[in-house]
């Protein structure tokens, strides 16, 4: 492939990517640091993260969804300074995030490591990628407590912790965290979650009550909160289209508002 002269921004490698019509699947090989479009060069199996993806220095966007990719996530990815999307769902890379990318990705907006085999604890250091609008974590096998500084992410809209083997630490009472995620939804941080419209924390083990201060969340427009042991009344939550709070040990009256208006 001719190398041409513009610089890449954007990096899909996909499923489609790695068809079985493909005459080679390319591995990111690449030879110059400015990451002009057009240097991928050698087939190699797409099992492992290349570790050339590094030297992308220009990279705004790098989507791996949904291919084979095993192993932990290269520390030179957080070095991509421009990055501003990252996309490793439905593979099966496994591993804690390291302590070391915490000051990395400075323009991160999304990031999203769904349906991996990532473990350990969510790191405190998430609250550092302060332009996040999305996080998704779910269907990992992260433990331990749910972080309270993410109610710094006061730019987050998508917040999806589910199906994780999440806690929260028994003396709080509520989820206080959330009530900062004014974007988002859920502990009485989670009302600085302005600008959350959707929340998603089903499947884990998280008890305790629902925060009052969520329906300061007035933005929210998915709740998803089932199968965790989470107690206390809906009635604030007027603007939702969507809900799930199944298998908890909720009471009070439905709300009024939103899907509930549809209710019988």
């Not at 990096?11 to 057009?38: C, N, V, W």
């Not at 220095?57 to 084979?68: G, I």
């Not at 290269?74 to 990055?83: A, P, Q, R, T």
């Not at 907006?109 to 250091?125: K, T, V």
């Amino acid at each position: 492939m001719g190398t041409r002269s513009r610089t890449l921004a954007s990096l899909y490698m996909d499923r489609e990517s790695f068809s079985q019509h493909s005459p080679k699947r390319p591995s990111i090989l690449l030879k110059r640091t400015e990451a002009t479009f057009g240097t991928l060069v050698s087939p190699v199996s797409p099992r492992t993260i290349p570790h050339s993806i590094g030297s992308l220095s220009n990279l705004k966007e790098l989507s791996m969804f949904n291919n084979s990719f095993h192993g932990q996530i290269l520390e030179s990815v957080f070095n991509l300074s421009m990055l501003q999307i990252l996309a490793f769902s439905a593979n099966s890379i496994s591993g804690n995030l390291p302590s070391s990318i915490a000051n990395g990705l400075p323009n991160l907006d999304g990031r999203y490591l769904a349906d991996n085999r990532l473990s350990g604890e969510i790191p405190a250091y998430v609250s550092n990628f302060s332009k996040l609008t999305i996080l998704d974590l779910s269907k990992n096998s992260f433990s331990g407590r749910v972080p309270m500084n993410l109610g710094n992410l006061q730019n987050l809209e998508t917040l999806v912790l589910e199906y994780n083997e999440l806690t929260n630490d028994p003396s709080m009472l509520e989820l206080d965290f959330l009530i900062s995620l004014t974007n988002c939804i859920i502990p009485n941080e989670s009302g600085n979650m302005s600008n959350l419209i959707e929340l998603g924390i089903e499947g884990n083990e998280l008890t305790g009550t629902i925060p009052d201060t969520l329906g300061q969340l007035r933005k929210l427009q998915k709740l998803r909160l089932g199968f965790n042991k989470l107690g206390r009344s809906l009635e604030k939550l007027e603007n939702l289209e969507y809900f799930n709070v199944s298998f908890n040990e909720l009471s009070g009256e439905i709300p009024n508002g939103g899907p509930f208006n549809n209710f019988t």
